[in-house]
T-cell receptor
Framework: AQSVTQPDIHITVSEGASLELRCNYS??????LFWYVQSPGQGLQLLLK??????LVQGIKGFEAEFKRSQSSFNLRKPSVHWSDAAEYFC?????????????FGTGTQLKVEL | ETGVTQSPTHLIKTRGQQVTLRCSSQ?????VSWYQQALGQGPQFIFQ???????GRGNFPPRFSGLQFPNYSSELNVNALELDDSALYLC?????????????FGPGTRLTVL
């Protein structure tokens, strides 16, 4: 079975600083990978996704992520963090079961932004 | 275009009771997935419905059941509630075409079991 590991439970950065959130996955085939963001009391919003092709993918809100097969990683980055980026971030991998598709999520990284 | 909606927003039940949560899928979507998100955890896949049939199930007991209706809306039913069932329940809809279909999430229903 596939799994997703997000090693950092909490991260604090200053506004304007760069950000990198780590994600490692375990999956036998070519993974379909995602990053979601969740603000307090809200559902999940898709930031970006990787299916195939260019290993550097661009998403919304200035986020990008790089797929590295050799390291089984899909780290999320942003060059300059804004206070509104404070939220919880989830990395996920899609698994294709006999009947359908399901997402397996990591435990999340809580981002705090200091002004 | 209407997004995924869920009702109710919050719900408080006592142990042993039964609960029904509802989800309306996004326009044009025919697949609904349900996830349970316990406090401090990532969402966990409960099951998926496609064309009114269960189309994949995660590691949840049979007291978690669901329905999908002809208009593709869905219900999640949980019987014999336990304290550990307290969580945010997320519904996601998608369109079943191609190998992978992006799932769009609703805001969730917060269930508290006392």
């Amino acid at each position: 079975a596939q799994s997703v590991t997000q090693p950092d439970i909490h991260i604090t950065v200053s506004e304007g600083a760069s950000l990198e959130l780590r994600c490692n996955y375990s999956y036998g085939a070519t993974p379909y990978l995602f990053w979601y963001v969740q603000s307090p009391g809200q559902g999940l919003q898709l930031l970006l996704k990787y299916f195939s092709g260019d290993t550097l993918v661009q998403g919304i809100k200035g986020f990008e992520a790089e797929f590295k097969r050799s390291q089984s990683s899909f780290n999320l980055r942003k060059p300059s963090v804004h206070w509104s980026d404070a939220a919880e971030y989830f990395c996920a991998v899609a698994e294709f079961t006999g009947g359908g598709n399901k997402l397996t999520f990591g435990t999340g990284t809580q981002l705090k932004v200091e002004l | 275009e209407t997004g995924v909606t869920q009702s109710p927003t919050h719900l408080i039940k006592t142990r042993g009771q039964q609960v029904t949560l509802r989800c309306s899928s996004q326009s044009g979507h025919n697949t609904v997935s349900w996830y349970q998100q316990a406090l401090g955890q990532g969402p966990q896949f409960i099951f998926q419905y496609y064309r009114e049939e269960e189309n994949g199930r995660g590691n949840f007991p049979p007291r978690f059941s669901g329905l999908q209706f002809p208009n593709y809306s869905s219900e999640l039913n949980v019987n014999a509630l336990e304290l550990d069932d307290s969580a945010l329940y997320l519904c996601a809809s998608s369109s079943a075409s191609g190998r992978y279909n992006e799932q769009f999430f609703g805001p969730g229903t917060r269930l508290t079991v006392l």
